[in-house]
């Protein structure tokens, strides 16, 4: 049973434009009703790190991917500008929202002062791209979530759907942790198992797994209402970890018969 107000929560996420509008948009719908999203960090998307710019991105990800890759995400990225539901501030706006934009990491002094005005009980985090320093994760009372597409201490680290893929593995899942001073390797609130059926895209197995791991958010955040916290271990002794894919990486996804989309 819940007791007290409610829970004020600050998600931290990014501008993504290709899966994350509409699951946001899902989650909002569903927030616990002794919780509420008091604001939005909304950072600038950086699959390669938030010092290069734009164009060194593009060139990066078009040399690793292939051009294939690159050309079929790039017209999914210009046709993102046109269409509103695949737009993260929009889905913010039409709950009424308010967006924090930082100048500066979100470990400075600063940003955490702009968050702090929230008075966040909870942050979580969905695509977060820095790491969070404890100053950071100290901000909330009942501390910072991260939601990581894959069912840790197994495929820590980056883009886990390829690398599922690539492993061969019969089985994915995705998995809601608190955000500890390691990489993917906090305590686990929820945890849920998702099969990967043969000849699935990477593109479909990010389409699935996200909308899971929103009902995996809303299942953390009513554990953390009701102080119902039996956590999962995320035991460092059976973590494997990966990192972004090279070229040879890729050439073998594809050698393997698997599909980006």
Request: positive net charge; aromatic residues 12%.
């Amino acid at each position: 049973m819940y007791f007290g107000e409610k829970m004020n929560i600050v998600l931290i996420t990014q501008d993504e434009p290709f899966f994350l509008a509409e699951n946001l948009r899902y989650l909002l719908d569903k927030i616990p009703v002794h919780s509420s999203v008091r604001a939005c960090v909304v950072l600038s998307p950086s699959p390669f790190g938030r010092k290069k710019s734009f164009l060194s991105k593009a060139m990066e990800t078009r040399k690793i991917f292939g051009n294939g890759f690159f050309f079929y995400y790039g017209i999914k990225y210009i046709l993102s500008k046109f269409d509103k539901r695949k737009n993260v501030v929009k889905v913010l706006n039409d709950f009424d929202i308010p967006i924090i934009y930082l100048e500066k990491s979100i470990n400075n002094k600063v940003s955490l002062g702009l968050i702090q005005q929230y008075k966040p009980d909870l942050l979580i985090s969905i695509l977060g791209n820095e790491i969070f320093k404890k100053s950071l994760r100290e901000l909330p009372t009942k501390g910072c979530l991260n939601l990581h597409t894959a069912l840790l201490p197994k495929y820590r680290g980056l883009m886990p759907t390829f690398w599922v893929l690539k492993n061969n593995e019969k089985q994915t899942g995705v998995s809601v942790f608190f955000v500890d001073e390691d990489i993917d390797s906090g305590k686990i609130v929820a945890q849920r198992v998702v099969e990967i059926p043969n000849g699935i895209s990477q593109e479909q197995l990010i389409q699935i797994t996200k909308k899971i791991g929103m009902q995996a958010i809303i299942e953390s955040i009513e554990k953390i209402e009701k102080g119902n916290l039996n956590t999962i271990e995320n035991n460092d002794d059976e973590a494997t970890y990966y990192s972004m894919p090279t070229r040879e990486d890729v050439k073998d996804f594809m050698k393997k018969g698997k599909r980006f989309y």
